[in-house]
């Protein structure tokens, strides 16, 4: 049995807090911080049954004073231990040292690379181990998912019975000279696809997502396409077919699931990328008081109007420092406009105001620049992705025009307003924490094949060109199953 518990530690290095993952043990306080009091929640401990599977499990820990007040500022130092209650237990697990938040909160994450039973009741599995919850219901109850995803219901408007025999004939022929198109089928958990278009090799990310859904949750029997290209496909607005993409416009009728980008990173937190939902937590630069206030931005030239944000940035430096780091749209202008060397994203939040213009599509950068402590300054977009509808223009973010015209106006305000704009800042980036947790992302998606699925006018079948894709077989997907060996045990008889 894994039985694991959490110690946090004082700045004198003595234990102060001993926490199990079912109870916590208070073993007494040092300095100020009160772990009787101190608030630890989220996916990655519990007292249920079963904790959520997910590719990173992660916890929150708000520091509490020995008076009840939350700490909003961070203490001098806070370390966080995860380790076996029993020493003669072996825990493949990999955890990094918390992730200061910067207002008195901090994150855990932990990546367990083998699976054994939890010290409460139920097993915890890796996420490798194909071990799905056959009950949707249990499952959505264990990650906690939203009861309603407002965008989703909107995106499915148009779309109150979907001909799967339609679909099957009109999306290849209107969509995969577009440049990438997937066919999915999910028959009895299983996926299969075929491709369609040129370009096709984003497939990648939706297969990773749909195979880490599958071995968390059986899935509805559904048949549908994914728009693996950048720009969304659906234009008509009457009679439309559905296609998945990552991107949305107010001009076309896709359904829009969380960009690959996000999915990819969730995916392959404290593995295969630096950059992530929950590492950006703790990488927020310093604080409010002590930013640049100046407005930054860096980025390709994928959109004019990033070349006209440096033309802004020469002519009024003190205001903004805007440049671009690559050329491949607008080579022409190159020399003109100049390049800048490359800045690591975490030292962004070293200004007080990130601007968001669009790239190709919305910027997959605008999660990223809300879960930092900066104020963003968003240009008014006719793209979104799938949590842009939670956001309100004014309360989470300062709203600029398409064409840039009022940038240096929304500067100078909030240079003239800091306690606002700073409070605009926090108030975004308490809404998207809430929003961008991994959890959430896999409710998501959950709940976009679900809504599909109960639409179907068809019954999902495999193509003859569709090849099945794959759980890994390897020693990392190496897992025993306790649901699985549940549903085999014989049954009594009446």
Known sequence: FLNLSVQVSSHSGHSFGHLLFVDTLPLGGCGGVSPERSLVWGPGVGTGSVLPVLPVRYFYIQAVDSNGHNLTLSPDTFKVKIRAADNGEHIRVHIPPPLDRGD??????????????YIIPGPVYHEYCDCPEPDASVWQNVMKCPEDEPQIVEDFQPFPSIDLQRLRQEAPLRFSNRGGLVHYVIINNHIYRRTLGKYTDFKMFSDEMLLSLTRKVKLPDVEFFINVGDWPLETRK?????????????DTRDVVLPTYEVTHSTLETLRGVTNDLLSVQG???PPWVNKSDQAFFRGRDSREERLHLVSLSKKNPDLLDAGITGWFFFRDREKQVG??????????FKYKYQVNVDGTVAAYRFPYLMLGNSLVLKQDSPYYEHFYSRLQA????????????????????????????REVGRAGQEAAR??????RLYCYYYRVLLMYSERQDGRPSRHPDMEEVPQLDDHTAACSCQRRNQENEPKDEL
């Open 104 to 117: 008195g909160s901090f994150l855990m994450r932990y990546r367990l690379y083998g699976s054994s039973p």
């Open 238 to 250: 009457t009679d439309p077919v559905p296609v998945l993409s990552w991107c949305g416009s107010t």
């Open 283 to 285: 990488h927020t630069g």
């Open 339 to 348: 390049k800048a060397p490359l800045v690591g994203f975490f030292d962004f």
């Open 394 to 421: 004014g309360t989470h973010y300062i709203p600029v025009k398409r064409n840039l015209s009022d940038l240096l106006d929304a500067i100078r305000w909030a240079r003239q307003n800091d306690a606002e704009a």
């Open 434 to 439: 809430e929003l961008l947790q991994p959890s």
